[in-house]
């Protein structure tokens, strides 16, 4: 059940990432809240259920067309896994962690994807893409996960813990 529900929440953050969040920018980015929700669910469930939403929030991501089908899918899927595997070494801090994950993360994504979608070929300056792309969107996006996180905590509490 709560795959179900993760997998509405991940429909709904879609649908808010391509409409809403798409008007509300922080210096010229907007924030990518399918990667922060894979974030957060692989803290909060581990590595296989980030992984099985890290691959869901990529095919979406492939479908709404940003970028070459598939890069999107892969990269989130290993973000999901590999946050669950490494989430479980940290004291669960909820806010600060979810920052740092995210942030960790969307860096990650952001030098990976521009490496392979435009430096190998000889477009665009790393500098540039640094400094207006990367780091406002890792910013951006690790707020908006702090908050992520928090609700995924409380619907978690309200609907999914089973009574001793």
Same mark, same amino acid.
């Given at each position: 059940?709560? $795959? ?10 879609? *649908? ?11 210096? $010229? ?39 070459a089908f598939g890069i999107n899918s892969l990269m989130l899927m290993y973000i999901g896994i590999g946050v669950g595997l490494v989430s479980k070494r940290f004291y669960r801090i909820e806010g600060i962690v979810a920052f740092a994950f995210s942030f ?19 477009? $665009?300056?790393?500098?540039? *893409? ?14 908006? *996960? ?17 009574? *001793?």
């Amino acid at each position: 059940m709560r $795959g179900v529900t993760n997998s509405i929440i991940a429909i709904l953050l879609c *649908a808010l990432q391509t409409t809403v969040f798409d008007k509300i920018d922080f210096f $010229g980015t907007r924030p990518n809240l399918l990667l922060a929700f894979t974030v957060c669910v692989a803290l909060l469930y581990g590595s296989v259920e980030g992984g099985g939403i890290g691959l869901l929030c990529g095919v979406m991501t492939d479908v709404m067309g940003y970028g070459a089908f598939g890069i999107n899918s892969l990269m989130l899927m290993y973000i999901g896994i590999g946050v669950g595997l490494v989430s479980k070494r940290f004291y669960r801090i909820e806010g600060i962690v979810a920052f740092a994950f995210s942030f960790a993360s969307t860096f990650t994504y952001g030098i990976v994807y521009f490496f392979f979608a435009f430096f190998i070929w000889g477009n $665009g300056s790393m500098w540039f *893409a640094f400094s207006r792309r990367i780091l406002p969107e890792s910013i951006y996006t690790s707020f908006m *996960a702090v908050l992520l996180v928090i609700m995924l905590k409380h619907i978690n509490n309200r609907f999914f813990v089973r009574e *001793a």
